[in-house]
């Protein structure tokens, strides 16, 4: 026993030399604590929102009127026409103010689409006469999707339009599918919507090797984006907020979104009124005349078309537009009845290599066969074409062409 009391004294005596030790060091201070996703209103300005649903956090930014965003004013949007979408939407947006018109965009867990891609945030973009208002809603867990898309709904119900970038085929089908997986009736139905990817392909794609959204930003708008964080990135920053709850990684992801949405409107105001008023068009490229003229030819506005891409060959092109575009702008001619200024053109095409040089040769032989009976001079086109491209369809212009001269010859040798 006597031992045994000795250990147990010998122990004390270190734990008291232990316990003086540390006692002489200054207390470790507790860690700090981290942001989470029930304090992501402490880092954007915003509220969680309780809902019947149950709860989802919001926020909203205000680009007041006197700002700018590029080239464009905010302010100017709330001064563009009613009818402004009209031409673009073919006929389908008839009377709709700035006001009543909702930009969308949304980021979501994936690409693929399909009920296992989340739309985790929302943006709804808005024009009114304090400037351009956004609202954004977002859901901190899977949770919270029946909530934000039911005051998504109340939000949306103040719009007649929808406006969009690629929305046709992604942002929209994805949002319907979401709604039915919440059992709920999408509001889109009652909406007119206004794609703007199409009509901004159509403008700039000869032009621009991309029609991204992030690319029409900087090339058109003139925005140089600083320190955004690229939209593959999304999900995974998404997912990782999920696992860790650090709200402070998806701050940028609203960010992103925000500028998406502004630059959409930016670009809305200069898209349509392409094609509003084509003869209006002040641009410094031609090529960007030469997709309106396009989109007019499609909407049989002949005359229209011409002029424009008449204008685009004025301003210059790279040779292989330049080449299409004559040969387009002659075929327009030569269908409002023009022979003499189609001529002109495509013998323009005949005066160097291009890939439209032997069929510019085959059409004047066709002007001079038929519009001026001059069977030598439609032989000798023929010839030309043949001597740089030989083609069945060719050899076949040259032997009726020649037992026509044949034919005639031996006529007049009988008159005579």
Request: hydrophobic residues 40%; contains cysteine.
């Amino acid at each position: 026993m006597e031992d045994i009391q000795q250990q147990l004294a010998a122990l004390r005596q270190r734990i008291a030399r232990v316990d003086r030790k540390y006692a002489e060091l200054p207390p470790t201070p507790p860690p700090p604590l981290r942001p989470n996703a029930g304090f992501i209103e402490e880092l954007i300005a915003g509220e969680v929102v309780e809902t019947p649903l149950g709860r989802h956090f919001e926020t909203e930014k205000l680009w007041e009127s006197h700002r700018r965003h590029g080239s464009v004013y905010v302010g100017d949007l709330a001064e563009l026409p009613a009818d402004l979408l009209e031409p673009l939407s073919a006929g389908t947006i008839v009377d709709a103010p700035p006001t009543r018109w909702a930009f969308l965009d949304t980021e979501t867990t994936g690409l693929a689409g399909g009920t296992g891609t989340y739309a985790f945030l929302i943006g709804v973009g808005s024009i009114d006469s304090e400037g351009f208002r956004l609202r954004q809603f977002f859901m901190r867990d899977y949770g919270e999707e029946a909530s934000m898309m039911l005051r998504l709904t109340e939000y949306l119900a103040r719009f007649d339009v929808l406006i969009t970038y690629n929305g046709k085929s992604y942002d929209q089908p994805l949002l319907e599918t979401r709604f039915r997986m919440c059992r709920a009736r999408h509001p889109f139905d009652r909406m007119q919507h206004l794609d703007l990817l199409f009509g901004a392909r159509r403008l700039w794609k000869l032009r621009l090797e991309s029609c991204r959204l992030v690319d029409l930003e900087n090339r058109i708008l003139g925005v140089e984006r600083q320190g955004d964080l690229p939209g593959e990135m999304i999900p995974y920053v998404y997912f990782d907020f999920l696992r860790s709850q650090k709200a402070f990684e998806v701050v940028p992801i609203f960010h992103h979104n925000a500028l998406d949405i502004l630059s959409l409107a930016c670009l809305t105001a200069i898209v349509p009124a392409a094609f509003r008023a084509p003869e209006k068009l002040a641009v410094g490229h031609g090529a960007d005349l030469i997709g309106v003229a396009r989109w007019l030819l499609q909407s049989d506005r002949d005359e229209e078309a011409l002029g424009l891409l008449r204008r685009a060959i004025g301003m210059g092109l790279p040779d292989e537009l330049l080449f299409r575009t004559m040969w387009d702008a002659a075929a327009i001619e030569r269908r409002l009845g023009r022979y003499d200024a189609a001529l002109g053109l495509v013998t323009e095409l005949t005066e160097s290599r291009n890939p439209y040089r032997v069929r510019a040769l085959e059409e004047i032989a066709k002007h001079y066969e038929h519009r001026e009976k001059n069977v030598v001079m439609a032989l000798e086109m023929t010839l030309q074409a043949l001597a740089l491209q030989d083609t069945p369809e060719l050899r076949k212009r040259e032997a009726r062409l020649k037992a026509r001269g044949q034919k005639r010859a031996a006529t007049l040798e009988r008159r005579d």
